[in-house]
């Protein structure tokens, strides 16, 4: 063999080693594949999984999930945390629900939680940005204020009387369109759209490269503070949304909506490749984590595990993820 | 006309007198190595060149007009640019993407604006080829050498069409092939009319490329001469201050 002939080898099997290892060391493809197997060995193993109601079930809480999830990761790449997302839910199903139930029409209802949503990601991103207080502390107190809110905005009772436009509320979040249920649609299209801010725009840039290198994307001349707010603002009004689409899903409106939901929803965005050192992150991803995170809760559930598990599979999830990413850079550094 | 003249610029830092009466000019195409023992002063007159800070007195004339910045956006504007010493590169990115971040290419798709990845890299290509580097516009900052990030870093100040490029210590942390690449890069620029301020610790490198040397020592400005009348004993005296002035 001529050596050139060996040079060009040795370069073709280091572009397929290339190709190859970047698909095996792509954290969201292996992700994928859990959930892919984790679906087949239920559908196996129970009679119960794959039928169309649980189904229905799981890619209805996969969508809730999903959709905050999206949200998380467009915070957790641009280097924050945003643990308030779980009280938002609750904030905005109760300004929806109370307002509706006061006779309020649906159009009026629905804008103004959406409204107070993105007001709470204003606060947030505001003190985050402005007053320079970490993501952690701010969205932890907001976490505790947004619930609270919620409990003095419905004196803690349940509301399910959703005045003239019932029908329609239950309808959007509850309801499904050509077999599909509705969050599920949304999820999708909200996806796509996340997606597409992230590849596409100088938004999506700008974010990744803060979360890459805050100073860096300051000194090139970032509005990085607008841009914090912008973020944490996208964040809760994935949230918001989430709020409206569960009112309808569930019928009714307690105080405990969506408590301790920030955990499945950054497990998922971790899990789907999110770097909690910001910088890093896809929709996609996003997706795929939440859908694992909802197959396996399901599983535990249709295998007669406890559900007392499931925070405990959760939480080691987090762990988990988060090693596998300080391991991989380990390796790459080293 | 020259290029950069400062006059009696002082920052202080409360009590700490970071700059005190910095008089210099630098003439197009001039490159000046600026020297100093750690903490004279040399980043904080980097920064006040470059509108990071606003001086607490004295005055900065580019191109015979007088400046006054209030942020770096302004000093991008009037033709500054720095290449930082903690490079002010995002890892994460491609080098087209970082040489393009905050002034992005976009392109028209239906009603939105898009980002015209392919445009950008092909210009940051061009520029990498003018540099004669072979940083790929693709590959991620992450996975580069130093010399390749200082040539994101210089393409940056290129695209911009800069007058003056401040660079602070851009052969700290490289290899030695690595400073002969940035070295070029400098003689590069210096022949294109662009004026250049070297920050460096590093001897050797300063007599290599620049015309004129400046040493400050504890923010002052103790000398500012031709690197040929000069000889690295005596920059080593000025800065350690064995040699009052020169
Ligand atoms: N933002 C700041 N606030 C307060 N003091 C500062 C600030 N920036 C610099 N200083 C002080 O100003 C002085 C000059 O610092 P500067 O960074 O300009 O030194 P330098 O010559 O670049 O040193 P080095 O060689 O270590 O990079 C130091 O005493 C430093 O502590
Ligand atoms: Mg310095």
């Known amino acids: 063999m001529s050596t050139a002939n060996s040079l ?3 370069i073709d099997q280091s572009e397929h080693r290339g190709l190859r290892s970047r698909l095996i060391s792509h954290q969201t493809f292996w992700v994928f594949m859990a959930a892919i197997l984790a679906c ?30 999206l949200g998380m990761t467009a915070v957790i790449a641009s280097g924050g945390i945003d643990l308030s997302v779980g009280s938002t839910v609750v904030l905005s199903s109760m300004t929806v629900a109370v307002l509706m139930s006061a006779g309020m029409p649906f159009w009026i209802g629905v804008p103004a939680a959406l409204a107070v949503a993105i007001l709470v990601g204003v606060v947030n991103g ?4 402005y007053a320079g207080m970490p993501s952690f502390v701010v969205t932890l107190g907001m976490l505790s204020v947004a619930r609270s809110l919620a409990m003095v905005l419905s004196n803690n009772k349940m ?29 999708v299209v909200l996806a796509a759209i996340t997606g597409f801010l992230f590849r596409w725009t ?22 990085v503070r607008q841009l914090k707010v912008s973020v944490y603002v996208f964040s809760a009004l994935t949230a918001g949304i989430t709020g409206v689409l569960e009112v309808g899903w569930l019928g009714g409106v307690t105080t405990n909506l969506g408590q301790g939901m920030e955990l499945s929803v950054i497990a998922a965005a971790v899990i789907g490749g999110a770097n909690l050192a910001g910088g890093i992150g896809t929709a996609f991803g996003a997706l795929v984590g939440a859908l694992l995170i909802e197959v396996i809760r399901n599983s535990l559930i249709l295998l007669g595990i406890s559900t007392f598990w499931q925070g405990a599979f959760v939480g080691s999830f987090i762990v988990i993820a988060v090693a596998f990413d300080r391991f991989r850079s380990i390796r790459q550094s080293g | 006309m020259s290029a950069l003249r400062l006059e009696g610029v002082s920052k202080h830092f409360g009590a700490i007198h970071a ?16 020297m100093g023992d750690n903490g004279a002063g040399k980043s904080t007159l980097v920064k006040v060149i470059a509108g990071n800070f606003a001086p607490s007195s004295g005055e900065i004339f580019i191109s015979g007009s007088k400046a006054e910045f209030h942020r770096p956006l302004d000093a991008q504007r009037a033709g500054i640019e720095v290449v930082y010493q903690d490079l002010a590169i995002c890892d994460n990115l491609s080098a087209a993407a970082n040489v393009f971040l905050g002034r992005e290419l976009t392109k028209q798709l239906g009603p939105l604006r898009i980002l015209d990845y392919a445009q950008m890299r092909m210009k940051a290509g061009e520029l990498f080829a003018r540099l004669k580097s072979e940083t790929r516009p693709r590959d991620l900052v992450r996975r580069m050498s130093g010399g390749q990030r200082q040539a994101v870093a210089i393409a940056r100040a290129l695209l911009s069409d800069a007058k003056i490029i401040l ?6 942390a490289i290899s030695v092939r690595q400073v002969a690449e940035v070295l070029n890069l400098i003689r590069y620029l210096s022949d294109h009319g662009i004026a250049v301020v070297l920050v460096s610790h590093r001897m050797p490198d300063v007599f290599q490329v620049a015309d004129k040397i400046a040493v400050l020592r504890r923010g002052r400005l103790v000398a500012h001469k031709k690197s040929g009348d000069s000889s690295p004993e005596e920059i080593t005296g000025l800065i350690t201050g064995a040699i009052e002035f020169a």
Request: charge should be negative; charged fraction near 15%.
């Open chain 2, 19 to 34: 700059l005190s009466d910095v008089s210099l000019s630098v003439e197009p195409g001039e490159v000046i190595g600026l």
């Open chain 1, 8 to 10: 060009a080898d040795v």
């Open chain 1, 202 to 223: 100088r938004w999506g840039q700008h974010l990744f490269a803060m979360g890459g290198n805050e100073n860096a994307a300051k000194l090139t001349g970032i509005p």
């Open chain 2, 167 to 172: 660079m602070d210590e851009p052969t700290a």
């Open chain 1, 126 to 129: 505001v003190l985050i940005a």
């Open chain 1, 159 to 187: 509301i399910y009387q959703f005045g003239p436009d019932h029908a329609l509320l239950l309808a959007l979040g509850g309801g499904s369109t050509m077999g599909l249920p509705n969050p599920l649609i949304a999820l």
């Open chain 1, 40 to 69: 087949l060995a239920l559908s196996v193993l129970t009679d119960t999984f794959a039928t169309e109601r649980n189904l229905f079930n799981v890619s209805r809480n996969f969508a809730f999930v999903g959709i905050i999830a």
